[in-house]
């Protein structure tokens, strides 16, 4: 039965393929982060205006034709003021709940001075081991780093 299956699909028009393909294919977001460590091995934690939990790690969309790398240096800059350099990929990981897909660098800042956006009200680091209330994913994902590159 499958083979029949598959080469009726074979026949279909194009179009079809596309339309059944964006209706059975699950959709992802794609978002970016940073997990960004002091010398003492304190997490940089933003403040945000808008979370239900408001401390978190930043983090921000992926804009279309944007190297994932590319933009978490833009939303970083958009919503400090400061510059941030890439050091290497930590994980790409995707959560079935909400259809989101995340990279997560370590990174470190190389330049600017804070300042408030609408979004981040202050930036702060914490040690590892006495984060505030925040998301849960987000602090295993930080406890998952400070394991895996200390």
Known sequence: MIPFLL???RRLPMWIHVFASKIVRARFRAAVAALVFNEQGQVLL???TYRKFEWGIPAGSLEYHEQPADAIIREFFEETGMQLQVERLLTASSAREDHHLTM??????TGGEFKPSH???EIKYFDVNDLPIMLFAEKD???WAVTRYP
């Open 7 to 9: 080469r009726l699909w």
């Open 141 to 143: 994902l930080i406890r």
């Open 119 to 121: 979004e981040i009200s």
């Open 46 to 48: 933003f403040r945000h």
């Open 104 to 109: 997560v660098y370590l990174c470190k800042i």
